[in-house]
T-cell receptor, first 112, second 113 residues
Framework: SQQGEEDPQALSIQEGENATMNCSYKTSINNLQWYRQNSGRGLVHLIL?????REKHSGRLRVTLDTSKKSSSLLITASRAADTASYFCATTPFGSARQLTFGSGTQLTVLP | DGGITQSPKYLFRKEGQNVTLSCEQNLNHDAMYWYRQDPGQGLRLIYY???????QKGDIAEGYSVSREKKESFPLTVTSAQKNPTAFYLC????????????FGEGSRLTVL
């Protein structure tokens, strides 16, 4: 079942602008992760934020988590054409022995 | 370098044929997963295995089968019972438990003719 839902489904920006993607989920979670997928390739892990964290940074990436609203956002600052990809959020349900559940993704296009 | 290797990258199959997709990892990870991805959509879990000789059905297991005879290997068979098998298949692994980072292979694209 799809737990996370990304918004928007597609986003097109100019190089140098910031890109913000949002993720909403339905149940309590242990953590939330963001992944990137270039067209026709496997997914690559970007960042993990735990349920007791509110914000996390990694290079040009900033992730926030609001457990009261069951939502997260991924901000990519100073975007580059090479950031063009699909971005997925994934959640691990609290107390579950199962796997990550992925959202449907945001397709980001960064125009040079 | 450590990683996950999927093969073949592209595969064509006639209706009614079974095909097996290979997934090998040298990361010494305990758990392995198979996901299906359809165009413009997210990943849906087919099967997962947390230890050798044990595996569980995911959300869309019908028409698929797996085995886990070795820690390094988790092949997926797409059987003729799978009604719509054309898709992109992704294998992944995780070091321990289910709360960390998933490592993915490069995927196998299956097309049914």
């Amino acid at each position: 079942s799809q737990q996370g839902e990304e918004d928007p489904q597609a986003l097109s920006i100019q190089e140098g602008e910031n890109a913000t993607m949002n993720c909403s989920y339905k149940t309590s979670i242990n953590n939330l992760q963001w992944y990137r997928q270039n067209s026709g390739r496997g997914l690559v892990h970007l960042i993990l934020i735990r349920s007791n964290e509110r914000e996390k940074h990694s290079g040009r990436l900033r992730v926030t988590l609001d457990t009261s609203k069951k939502s997260s956002s991924l901000l990519i600052t100073a975007s580059r054409a090479a950031d063009t990809a699909s971005y997925f959020c994934a959640t691990t349900p609290f107390g579950s022995a199962r796997q990550l559940t992925f959202g449907s993704g945001t397709q980001l296009t960064v125009l040079p | 370098d450590g990683g996950i290797t999927q093969s073949p990258k592209y595969l064509f199959r006639k209706e009614g044929q079974n095909v097996t997709l290979s997934c090998e990892q040298n990361l010494n990870h305990d758990a392995m997963y198979w996901y299906r991805q359809d165009p413009g959509q997210g990943l849906r879990l087919i099967y997962y295995s947390q230890i050798v000789n044990d595996f569980q059905k995911g959300d869309i297991a019908e028409g698929y089968s797996v085995s886990r005879e070795k820690k390094e290997s988790f092949p997926l068979t797409v059987t003729s019972a799978q009604k719509n098998p054309t898709a992109f298949y992704l294998c992944a692994s995780i070091a321990g438990g289910n709360t960390g980072e998933l490592f993915f292979g490069e995927g196998s694209r299956l097309t049914v003719l």
